[in-house]
């Protein structure tokens, strides 16, 4: 680590919408590695959070059936509310904001609907949405009936790409001016597959389906050369998030069910794997890196476990810092 520390934004489920959190917390990695609260702020289920690329701004998805979006002063000492607002659909889990910081991006899991937010000058929203709902199902009659709007990416170019679990598609826009459908339409990935996550690297679009317990590659026109399963451990897994290493040579991926971090080396071709840690709790449904930690948010054993990455690959250190329902761990070196 070239820090002194990281400072750790944590959002989660609260009583009102099925956990036990409290709402925002910061927490501070001190030296010597103990996790130190610094602060929390009340919210409604806010599972998934974001901040501004410039502006001292956080915002935060309200997961609830109204659907809700917020946007919060990005301040250790405890973030307060700036603006709120309609998420555009119902139970909001994910947002992005675009590189520029005039776009922000969220993604309705209840009802499929992406909507666009304008973001002026301060970084708060600039006017009502823009609603792009989505209609089709997938072959699962459970979790499948009806779109699942699940994740938005920004890039490359002007295009934002929106996973749905519950079609099977990567939703494709153009952002310049005003947002708009990309004229391709969707990507259209493996049946039954539910894309959850993903990260694009060099040409190459990684997905995580969480359905099939699958790590797909596909190519930039989007068709699949590669897959192989985000777990070598016997049972189901629900894949919940895939990030890369800074340097770009490690794919990270966490697996509920077997509870772990699966390690893949990415820099050929054909992804190889190279572990498969213990994910230091139960149900690792984000996880953050920052230098050479990783935060994990183990949702049912609530806790934030901290990993120590040595060599791009985790390994737990025994420090956890308790709070209710975790979902969302953004991790910022200061």
């Given at each position: 680590?070239?820090?002194?520390?990281?400072?750790?934004?944590?959002?989660?489920?609260?009583?009102?919408?099925?956990?036990?959190?409290?709402?925002?917390?910061?927490?501070?990695?001190?030296?010597?590695?103990?996790?130190?609260?610094?602060?929390?702020?009340?919210?409604?289920?806010?599972?998934?959070?974001?901040?501004?690329?410039?502006?001292?701004?956080?915002?935060?998805?309200?997961?609830?059936?109204?659907?809700?979006?917020?946007?919060?002063?990005?301040?250790?000492?405890?973030p307060g509310l700036l603006a709120d607002g309609a998420s555009g659909g119902s139970y909001p889990c994910h947002l992005a904001v675009d590189p520029s910081g005039t776009w922000l991006a969220?993604?309705?899991?209840?009802?499929?609907?992406?909507?666009?937010?304008?973001?002026?000058?301060?970084?708060?929203?600039?006017?009502?949405?823009?609603?792009?709902?989505?209609?089709?199902?997938?072959?699962?009659?459970?979790?499948?009936?009806?779109?699942?709007?699940?994740?938005?990416?920004?890039?490359?170019?002007?295009?934002?790409?929106?996973?749905?679990?519950?079609?099977?598609?990567?939703?494709?826009?153009?952002?310049?001016?005003?947002?708009?459908?990309?004229?391709?339409?969707?990507?259209?990935?493996?049946?039954?597959?539910?894309?959850?996550?993903?990260?694009?690297?060099?040409?190459?679009?990684?997905v995580a389906g969480e359905l099939d317990g699958m790590i797909r590659i596909y190519d930039a026109e989007w068709h699949e050369v590669g897959r192989l399963p985000a777990s070598e451990a016997e049972g189901p897994n629900h894949v919940s998030h895939i990030e890369l290493s800074a340097d770009g040579r490690h794919l990270y991926a966490a697996n509920r069910g077997p509870d772990t971090i699966a390690v893949f080396g990415v820099e050929d071709a054909t992804p190889s794997r190279v572990a498969e840690v213990g994910s230091g709790g139960l149900w690792p449904r984000h996880f953050a890196i920052a230098g050479d930690h990783m935060y994990v948010a183990n949702e049912r054993s609530d806790a934030v476990a901290t990993l120590q990455i040595n060599d791009g690959v985790p390994a737990p250190t025994g420090e956890t810092f308790k709070v209710g329902s975790p979902s969302c761990v953004l991790a910022v070196a200061v």
């Open positions: 680590m070239t820090s002194g520390y990281d400072v750790l934004y944590i959002g989660g489920y609260t009583p009102e919408t099925g956990g036990s959190g409290a709402g925002l917390t910061v927490v501070r990695r001190e030296e010597g590695g103990v996790l130190k609260a610094l602060a929390e702020t009340p919210a409604p289920g806010p599972s998934f959070l974001a901040l501004h690329p410039r502006l001292p701004v956080l915002y935060a998805v309200l997961e609830r059936e109204e659907g809700g979006v917020a946007a919060y002063s990005a301040d250790p000492d405890g969220v993604a309705n899991y209840g009802d499929g609907t992406l909507a666009m937010y304008r973001l002026g000058s301060s970084g708060l929203f600039d006017g009502r949405p823009r609603l792009f709902p989505h209609q089709g199902h997938g072959p699962d009659p459970s979790r499948q009936a009806e779109p699942h709007a699940h994740q938005a990416v920004f890039g490359p170019g002007r295009a934002l790409h929106v996973t749905d679990l519950g079609t099977d598609e990567v939703r494709r826009y153009l952002v310049g001016s005003e947002p708009d459908l990309h004229p391709e339409g969707p990507a259209r990935l493996a049946p039954g597959s539910g894309p959850r996550h993903m990260v694009h690297h060099e040409g190459r679009w990684f």
